[in-house]
DNA sequence: ACGTAAATTGTAAACGATTACATTATCATC
DNA sequence: GATGATAATGTAATCGTTTACAATTTACGT
């Protein structure tokens, strides 16, 4: 059985409301005899209050609940380290919730965690951005979408800054026709990247080749691979950016069979800059978003919408930039 | 303001007690007219009960907090998907908790999510989970070690198996003098790795070289490229067994930097078989231990234990098996 | 000894649900 | 129309906290 505030009480011979009292600090009208007395039972019994019923009065469970498509995505594995850490220095904690890209499992979610009174919502990834965006769905949480920067305009995105310095430098580096493989429509991050990728073309007045845009059916290798094997062996582009890093993967093996090479008869750019970049036969050069910031600057916004009120705790160094590794290189 | 029972009860006329039998579905001594008119207004003002409330009078969450080191192991995104899925299936939120291996934490976490009321606990990989096994740390709520097969012997773990196959594989490819590394002693995974390792050169009357095995400081691939360097620099082993990929990895890196071909010169083998093996320069050769399966399973044990009854719903093809690629060859 | 202010401590309601038990309404029967 | 059985609904306690307000005790001046 539970160590509850009333046996404390019984113990101290006092009643709960001193108990709280000494427990929420707010015993300085208390005889400091008294105090001391409880504070000795509370530690000897190890007592420490319900969050549950704590939450049952404050009407906040100090939970936040942190959707994405995927975990498996290594892209993710940073941003949630960033958000948890910041959740856990705030005192909350993280609850995950894998939607596979299916909006009926996101809508789901989101009645069942309103249930579960989580006091807000960070989301990544997911295809209810685009209508919680457009207030086309309704949640009656804080909400905050994982991006690299906070109160940020839209020209300042990360994907669409990321996409559009990944195409420039390729095309600095004498590339014109350039294929850009992204994900399905339906995520904002495709839609973004896409922007910046335009972006850069009608700064140097390429026209845009339709042909040269791949939406493939997931953002995974394996699509990637299957999906643009076909437009690979048929391209006559000297280079790709791709909207993640694990599409570029897939890329690179389709363009390893179909025995292409990389950097020299293809350049590749990643995004995301996983980890696992640097293990590669060629090292992925790929633009780096600092995940790890992304995660916690949303977990910090979204912190501050709950509770109303300025932290100012947001990392400084956002550091984003184009990492160059071995996949790319001058057009010969 | 929040949808309450109370709300409900208003606005259809009748009395709390009412509305919760209609919820409930004890409601064979109500009105069928009641229930129809109860039903109606629930439906309309979208109302769920609150789960916290609901927690309060049965004293359970519905809440399983998973603990692991680090999520960016990309070992664990799998495992956390078997588990998560899992988890919802059965109604239940998974708390995510990142100990980074420090014990302090852990013990942090383990306190205050006593506090949170988690019904359970899924640990994977952290120091406590020696001690507790051993009984020398107490949790009041059940746990559940992430393993690759529940109700199995000790001689089963997916670990010592594993250890035990990749060594036995070198071993029968005419290798004898075989390295080891692993991460720190105070993990169980180290300690099991290790036993396999032993068991199959003892199998093949091997004598143990203890300058053989290498105990590297964390789990990840910069502790192993650097602590490794001046090992693998002065051995005369023709392979190596990692007790983790990213160990592997960093081994690789190593390798190439000595100029030491793989698999020429040196075989390696890594544990986890995590999706980027098949990715590299040479696909790594790497025993699978199934790591949604394991996740899955743990999780329900986790269940069956805070339910007290038999789900019956493990995966049943367990299917770990060395996956053998490029990284090993024959001794020549 | 008594009134009064100050110093302590306690009572009870609230948060949102569930449920044992009590109460009221309805109706047939004598 | 009183009685009792049955059907339908409601009351109040509970889970573990917090807190406005009430109550009690103590100290002190007269």
Same mark, same amino acid.
């Given at each position: 059985?539970? %160590?509850?505030?009333? *046996?404390?009480?019984?113990?101290?011979?006092?009643?709960?409301?001193?108990?709280?009292?000494?427990?929420?600090?707010?015993?300085?009208?208390?005889?400091?005899?008294?105090?001391?007395?409880?504070?000795? !039972?509370?530690?000897?019994?190890?007592?420490?209050?319900?969050? =549950?019923?704590?939450?049952?009065?404050?009407?906040?469970?100090? =939970? !936040?609940?942190?959707?994405?498509? &995927?975990?498996?995505?290594?892209?993710?594995?940073?941003?949630?380290?960033?958000?948890?850490?910041?959740?856990?220095?705030?005192?909350?904690? #993280? %609850?995950?919730?894998?939607? /596979?890209?299916? =909006?009926?499992?996101?809508?789901?979610?989101?009645?069942?965690?309103?249930?579960?009174? $989580?006091?807000?919502?960070?989301?990544?990834?997911?295809? $209810?951005?685009? *209508?919680?965006?457009?207030?086309?769905?309704?949640?009656? %949480?804080?909400?905050?979408?994982?991006?690299?920067?906070? +109160? !940020?305009?839209?020209?300042?995105?990360? &994907?669409?800054?990321?996409?559009?310095?990944?195409?420039?430098?390729? !095309?600095?580096?004498?590339?014109?026709?350039?294929?850009?493989?992204?994900?399905?429509?339906?995520? @904002?991050?495709?839609? *973004?990247?896409?922007?910046?990728?335009?972006?850069?073309?009608?700064?140097?007045?390429?026209?845009?080749?339709?042909?040269?845009?791949?939406?493939?059916?997931?953002?995974?290798?394996?699509? @990637?691979?299957?999906?643009?094997?076909?437009?690979?062996?048929?391209?006559? @582009?000297?280079?790709?950016?791709?909207?993640?890093?694990?599409?570029?993967?897939?890329?690179?093996?389709?363009?390893?069979?179909? &025995?292409?090479?990389?950097?020299?008869?293809?350049? %590749?750019?990643?995004?995301?800059?996983?980890?696992?970049?640097?293990?590669?036969?060629?090292? =992925?050069?790929?633009?780096?978003?600092?995940?790890?910031?992304?995660?916690? /600057?949303?977990? $910090? +916004?979204?912190?501050?919408?709950?509770?109303?009120?300025?932290?100012?705790?947001?990392? +400084?160094?956002?550091?984003?930039? #184009?990492?160059? *590794?071995?996949?790319?290189?001058?057009?010969?």
């Amino acid at each position: 059985m539970r %160590v509850t505030i009333k *046996r404390i009480a019984e113990l101290s011979g006092v009643s709960v409301t001193t108990v709280s009292k000494i427990l929420n600090g707010k015993d300085h009208d208390l005889n400091p005899k008294t105090i001391e007395k409880v504070k000795q !039972i509370i530690k000897q019994e190890n007592y420490k209050p319900s969050l =549950l019923a704590q939450s049952m009065r404050y009407r906040q469970m100090k =939970l !936040i609940a942190l959707m994405l498509p &995927d975990i498996r995505n290594p892209f993710f594995a940073e941003v949630i380290r960033g958000a948890e850490d910041c959740a856990n220095k705030y005192n909350y904690s #993280l %609850v995950l919730c894998n939607s /596979d890209n299916e =909006l009926e499992k996101e809508i789901d979610y989101i009645t069942s965690l309103q249930a579960r009174h $989580i006091d807000g919502m960070l989301l990544s990834g997911v295809q $209810i951005e685009n *209508r919680l965006m457009e207030n086309q769905l309704k949640i009656n %949480v804080p909400i905050s979408f994982i991006k690299s920067q906070n +109160n !940020i305009k839209d020209r300042d995105y990360a &994907d669409i800054i990321g996409a559009y310095e990944s195409t420039n430098y390729l !095309i600095k580096h004498h590339h014109e026709n350039i294929l850009c493989i992204v994900g399905p429509e339906v995520f @904002a991050h495709t839609q *973004r990247y896409l922007q910046g990728y335009t972006n850069a073309l009608n700064e140097h007045e390429i026209e845009l080749n339709p042909k040269n845009i791949l939406h493939i059916s997931s953002y995974t290798a394996e699509s @990637a691979y299957n999906e643009s094997l076909n437009l690979l062996k048929f391209t006559k @582009a000297s280079a790709v950016c791709c909207s993640n890093d694990l599409i570029a993967y897939g890329v690179l093996k389709a363009l390893r069979e179909l &025995d292409i090479k990389v950097p020299e008869q293809m350049s %590749v750019i990643g995004y995301d800059d996983i980890e696992f970049n640097i293990y590669l036969e060629t090292p =992925l050069t790929s633009f780096s978003p600092n995940r790890y910031a992304m995660g916690w /600057d949303s977990t $910090i +916004n979204l912190i501050e919408k709950i509770e109303s009120k300025n932290l100012n705790d947001f990392t +400084n160094g956002i550091n984003t930039r #184009l990492m160059i *590794r071995s996949t790319t290189g001058d057009k010969k």
